[in-house]
């Protein structure tokens, strides 16, 4: 999870993510309820700040040394084979 929103956090401007816990749940492919543990995990490490409807990055730096090595590497990968990609408007 740590991963997924870092890279939602990639294509946003700003640290908000307007984002359900049901989206996640069928884009990350797990149950709901194990996106709910997963954010209160998250937001108890003071990483995020979840809402309805909501997520706010507070850490990024936390997430991505949660994410452990799964996030930097394909994101490189992605910008050398693509470019950069500009956050909208």
């Known amino acids: 999870m740590a991963r997924w929103l870092l890279m939602c956090h990639d294509r946003v401007r700003g640290d908000r993510l ?3 816990h049901e989206f ?3 884009m990350l492919g797990v149950r709901r309820p194990g996106v709910t543990v997963a954010i209160q995990e ?3 490490r003071g990483l995020i700040r979840a809402t309805r409807g909501e997520i706010v990055i507070r850490d990024r730096d936390g997430l991505f040394q ?3 090595g799964t ?3 394909p994101e490189r990968e992605y910008r050398r ?5 500009e956050k909208p408007l």
Do not use: P
């Open 81 to 85: 084979l693509l470019g950069k990609i």
């Open 18 to 20: 307007a984002i359900t």
């Open 66 to 68: 949660l994410a452990d």
């Open 24 to 26: 996640m749940s069928v």
């Open 71 to 73: 996030y930097s590497e």
């Open 42 to 44: 998250l937001e108890g």
